[in-house]
């Protein structure tokens, strides 16, 4: 089983809207639903976006989620300086029978 | 709140078992809306699933550990345990424990703060 397709690295200046993709296949974006996760050097993931699109309590409007076929999306609007972090799309794989995790993105703050 | 803690030896030698226990407050871990799930994550690289348990004792594991993992619960102290058997430096890590939700589609909302371990001589 593969990881999940991300790009390396965005950028973007404080206040723009930056995207996140995360590819994957048949066997699990596209028949289950995606997770996303944000990581600070050091420290644990913490869930920011579950089930496509859904915010836990607590993560800023800022944040949001979507998904098409065998792709999903991370959104950050009026990007901050806090946003700088690595962030992680993960799924249900139906032939690992377990979750799987993309590559990872770091996102720098200009 | 649910809270998680990683305790176990931050060095194992090549070829022995990495033990690792996490340690649950907040929530039972016989709670039936819950998998309790290892995932590890290697220095500077990215998150991989090792495996979980749940409520009726159920098992699953990345089958990329070719059959070396084990995990159990001790439901008296409130704890779930990895073994990883015949470690080599590829399983030099940061080491998680987490609670999955339970649900049609799983997303882990608990995390433990994460325990660096090194397989070295």
């Known amino acids: 089983q593969s990881a999940l397709t991300q790009p390396p690295s965005t950028s973007g200046t404080s206040g723009q809207r930056v995207t996140i993709s995360c590819s994957g296949s048949?066997?699990?974006?596209?028949?289950?639903?995606v997770n996303w996760y944000q990581q600070f050097p050091g420290t644990a993931p913490k869930l920011v976006i579950y089930?496509?699109?859904q915010r836990p309590s607590g993560v800023p409007d800022r944040f949001s989620g979507s998904k098409s076929d065998t792709s999903a999306s991370l959104a950050i609007s009026g990007l901050q300086s806090e946003d700088e972090a690595d962030y992680y799309c993960?799924?249900?794989?139906?032939?690992?029978?377990?979750?799987?995790f993309g590559t990872g993105t770091e996102v720098t703050v200009l | 709140q649910v809270q998680l803690q990683e305790s176990g030896p931050g060095l194992v030698k090549p070829s022995e078992t990495l033990s690792l226990t996490c340690t649950v407050s907040?929530?039972?871990?016989?709670?039936?809306?819950?998998?309790w799930t290892w995932i590890r994550q290697p220095p500077g690289k990215g998150l991989e699933w090792i495996g979980f348990i749940y409520q009726s004792g159920s098992k699953y594991y990345n089958p990329s550990l070719k059959g070396r993992g084990s995990i159990s619960v001790d439901t008296s102290k409130n704890q779930f345990s990895l073994s990883l058997t015949s470690v080599t430096a590829a399983d030099t890590a940061v080491y998680y424990c987490a609670r999955a939700y339970r649900d049609r589609h799983p997303y882990s909302d608990y995390w433990g703060q994460g325990i660096l371990v090194t397989v070295s001589s």
């Open positions: 089930s496509d699109d």
């Open positions: 907040g929530t039972s871990i016989t709670s039936g809306d819950s998998y």
């Open positions: 048949s066997s699990n974006i596209g028949n289950n639903r």
């Open positions: 993960e799924t249900w794989d139906d032939n690992l029978n377990g979750p799987v």
